[in-house]
């Protein structure tokens, strides 16, 4: 107990760790995409790089196994985006491969998309329906929770029959539940909750 307790905190230090190390990396490469007015474009090279280390295992691996010399690890960067993405922004991978950081670009590019989002006044929200939007559907959604969120929303839709209609919304820790299925519900536990008159001619009136 005492001692899963302490492995535990560990990796909860470690965590916390890491998360800190990425935002000041992200801000680092915020600023510097904030010099050369490129932030959106910045923020996008530096999401195509986490990316392909997210779903290519081989060149994750490559990337973060100790024993491959970092050069090696540069030159294989450089070769894969060098011509694609901005020079400031392959640069900057090769500092995170130089300082053994290479294994937090996913979450340096989330810090980074967060520090973005928060510069341009935007707010990602799930909004979960019971079956696919027409994209007029989704315009009118993005524009109403906009306009009562006061920021520019950007709607991530979940489909899930279940609700049967309506829709459920999530902006960071706050759920809005206007779905028909909750308010099915609500009306049942109401009718449940109500106490029913006896008919006329009961037997326990007697």
């Known amino acids: 107990g005492a001692l899963s307790g302490r492995v535990g905190r560990l990796f909860w230090s470690a965590g916390v760790r890491d998360e800190t190390v990425a935002k000041n990396y ?70 995170t491969i130089d300082k053994r950081r290479q294994r937090l670009l996913r979450e340096i590019s989330r810090a980074y998309d967060l520090l973005l989002d928060d510069h341009l006044g ?27 969120l006061g920021t520019k929303v950007i709607p991530h839709v979940r489909v899930k029959p279940e609700i049967l209609g309506g829709l459920i919304v999530r902006t960071g820790n706050t759920i809005y539940d206007g779905s028909i299925r909750r308010r099915l519900d609500g009306m049942r536990r109401r009718l449940l909750g109500a106490r029913l008159p006896a008919a006329v001619g009961d037997p326990t009136d007697a």
Do not use: C
């Open 26 to 95: 992200a801000e680092t490469l915020f600023e510097l995409a904030r010099r050369h007015d490129g932030l959106e474009t910045y923020g996008a090279a530096i999401a195509t790089i986490a990316g392909v280390v997210e779903d290519d295992a081989k060149f994750r691996l490559f990337l973060e196994t100790p024993r491959i010399d970092d050069e090696d690890k540069k030159a294989v960067v450089r070769r894969a985006f060098g011509e694609a993405l901005p020079k400031h922004v392959v640069n900057f991978v090769m500092v």
């Open 122 to 148: 935007r707010e990602h929200v799930e909004v979960t329906v019971a079956r696919q939007l027409d994209d007029a559907t989704m315009q009118l959604i993005s524009e109403r929770l906009s306009s009562a």
